[in-house]
């Protein structure tokens, strides 16, 4: 088997992996000014995808420029997940660098698209693949792909313990190479209900002592996680941006979260806010809860709420995710200083952080590769891949970190 890495090595973003130069796995971008996407494209016979985040789909409509149709096989939610950020990606930035396809481009995603359950094997190039729950958002899938020769087990994103919108990721099938994720690879993550207990406590707080929370947080996965959390301790919220369209989509796919009853539930107890700015500034002015895009306060509707509550040290902005270097929510959380729609804004609001992450810590990734000591390792998707991979070679493994554009062959 021949692997080729076009893209998410030694880095978090724009992961691609070229299968036997047939069969593409991810095809993402990562996000900055200007925007990098993986470093050629490729004509590949079909497209495999394991879940619906912007540097695992961000740039798959390009594949089908000219007259490329390979099929491309995902779980319903993460075709739908993709659709909507290709269509967003378009509202922002069509005709532009930053947008590496066109409208027709994504109507024929729709054309070219398969939708498979877990553990459900089917075939792509050649190759036989199926997918497994990855704990990581609705629809995630780890991928195993055989090529008759070799198994490859391709964790993707993952998570090893449950959350409130879906289960841990369990499955750990025969392989004889794996490629592994390694974004917390030097983080062991408080519990899950001691930081859910940390994050109502303040809220609450807030709230009673008459001040404003905006919660930013991550269109796909984490505000709905944040609406559970609301909901399960009885926190009167809103919620605002995509993570609302997000939320009535995953509501017509049951069987890809952990509990539909909850989720329902979590729609109700939040007001949906559907209005401009002006709404918005009105619903800033409340004693209330607002769970909101951008996870980073790199646009959205959080660039509206941010600057309404700021001057008010009672009020409160609970980061509910990773901040990468350079963005706003990042400067906010070191300086309580962030740029906001170009201006730089003192920020005399309390600001936190709360490490509500959907990735599997050094000890979920630990747990994981326990399953696979005689199997080859390669360490991508994460800003340390290289020392992790040294220190898994110290404990035994068969472990290295490839580089971009890097072939490896099994």
Known sequence: MDIRFLGGTREVGRSAILVNDRLLLDYGMLTGTPPQFPVETPEPEAVVVSHGHLDHVGAIPSLLSGDRRPPIHWTPPTREL??????????????????????????????????????????????EVTFYNAGHIPGSAHVLVDDGDTRLFYTADFHTEDQRLVAASTARPDADVVICESTYSDVEHDPRQRIEGQFVESVRTTVWEGGTVVVPAFAIGRTQEMLLVCAANDIDCYADGMGTRVTKMLRQHPSFVRDEEALRRAKSNARFVTGRDGQRRRIAAQNTVIVTTSGMLSGGPAMTYIPEIRSNPTNKVTLTGYQVEGTPGRSLLETGRAEIDGRVMPVSARVEWYDFSAHADRQGLLDLLGEYEGAQILVNHGDRCAAFADELATEGFDASAPKLGHEVVV
């Not at 659709?83 to 994504?106: I, M, N, Q, S």
């Open 82 to 127: 993709a659709l909507t950020l290709a269509r967003d990606t378009l509202k922002l930035h069509g005709g532009t660098y930053d947008c590496p396809f066109t409208e027709e481009e994504v109507r024929r995603v729709t054309q070219v698209s398969e939708t498979h359950g877990y553990r459900e094997s089917f075939e792509a190039a050649g190759h």
